[in-house]
């Protein structure tokens, strides 16, 4: 892994504000700020076991020097910052709201706006290796949270132009968002892989389930490199089911590995492994620095290539508005 510059402190995952006074940018700045120190408990928010807040708590450091290690600038995130949405209370909100939350069941999400994680647990149940899904669920999402956040204003509202790889577009939707997913992913197996069982409170069900992996697929390595998703799940009966699956973005995985291979293969006196390739995607999620990464595709693709690749990774248009108006 290379050496890189360290880059400004942040307060916030917001890095930069364009389009703006000088005065007015660090206005919209203390605002992200205040976001981000202050986190107080939702209405449809459970309260933390002291075990989960000690996850956290131990997860967040684990996450900021992990993101330090491609480059990035971490945050300090805190328990405080994830939000666990507790389904009987969530019964009580509007059904406007309940519909906009429905898609996070079983997984979570970060809010750049508020600057804040939710985690929507199935059933409040994470099963007997749920710790360590859970940690994987909500390292994930802390990832995108130190990923590089830019914003904009127009016509006085405030607009989010960059968050890690997804450029925003009104016109062409969320450039690159497949390819956001695909290297937030991958390096949570990378994570998962080698800090997890750092934790304490993790570290009998981390071995337990390595352990597993080791007898069903002979190879840990060979289970990092092509990784499955091992999640045992309560059943109505009580009885718990083992199943393995794919990650998730397995697809969107799988593009940018032909886009990291083919880059490698036209640069081999550059780079002697898909890992080294990988490394650069990593770091420009982190520092917003594309432009290296961009060349490298187009070296590799040819003139143009990096815009197709961004159109061809698009997600929804306007996402933001995807956002429960009531968080807002």
């Known amino acids: 892994m ?4 360290p880059q400004p402190q942040r307060e916030s995952s917001v890095v930069k504000v364009t389009s703006v006074s000088p005065e007015r940018e660090t206005e919209i700045h203390e605002e992200f700020a205040h976001f981000f120190q202050e986190q107080p408990p939702e209405d449809f928010e459970r309260e933390k076991s002291p075990e989960e807040a000690e996850i956290f708590r131990r997860l967040g450091p684990e996450i900021a020097e992990f993101v330090g290690q491609y480059g990035g600038t971490p945050l300090k995130i ?6 666990i949405i507790d389904e009987q209370k969530l019964a009580a909100q509007p059904q406007k709201f309940r519909d906009a939350l429905a898609h996070m069941k079983g997984g979570a999400r970060f809010v750049p706006e508020l600057q804040s994680i939710y985690v929507y647990p199935e059933n409040n149940n994470w099963g007997p290796y749920g710790k360590v899904r859970m940690a994987e669920t909500v390292g994930h999402e802390m990832l995108h949270f130190n990923a590089y956040y830019s914003a904009m204003e127009k016509g006085g509202e405030l607009r989010f132009r960059r968050g890690g790889w997804v450029m925003l577009s009104e016109k062409y939707g969320d450039l690159f968002s497949d390819i956001d997913e695909a290297v937030v992913e991958e390096l949570t197996n990378r994570f998962s892989r080698d800090r997890l069982g750092n934790i304490p409170a993790l570290h009998a069900q981390y071995e337990e389930r390595e352990a597993l992996i080791q007898r069903i697929f002979q190879s840990r390595e060979k289970f990092y490199s092509d990784p499955a998703l091992v999640e045992t799940k309560q059943m109505p009966s009580g009885e718990y089911k083992t199943t393995i699956s794919s990650y998730p ?5 799988k593009r940018l590995w032909e886009v990291i291979r083919g880059i490698r293969e036209a640069m081999p006196e550059k780079f002697s492994s898909d890992e080294e390739v990988f490394t650069e995607f990593a770091h420009a999620l982190f520092t917003g620095r594309v432009l290296n990464v961009a060349r490298m595709v187009e070296g590799a ?7 197709a690749l961004g159109e061809a990774t698009r997600g929804k248009k306007n996402a933001q508005a995807e956002i429960p108006p009531t968080l807002l």
């Open 2 to 5: 290379g050496e890189y510059e």
């Open 78 to 83: 805190q328990p405080e910052h994830v939000h």
């Open 249 to 253: 973005y397995r697809k969107e995985r």
């Open 301 to 307: 693709h040819g003139r143009g290539a990096f815009r």
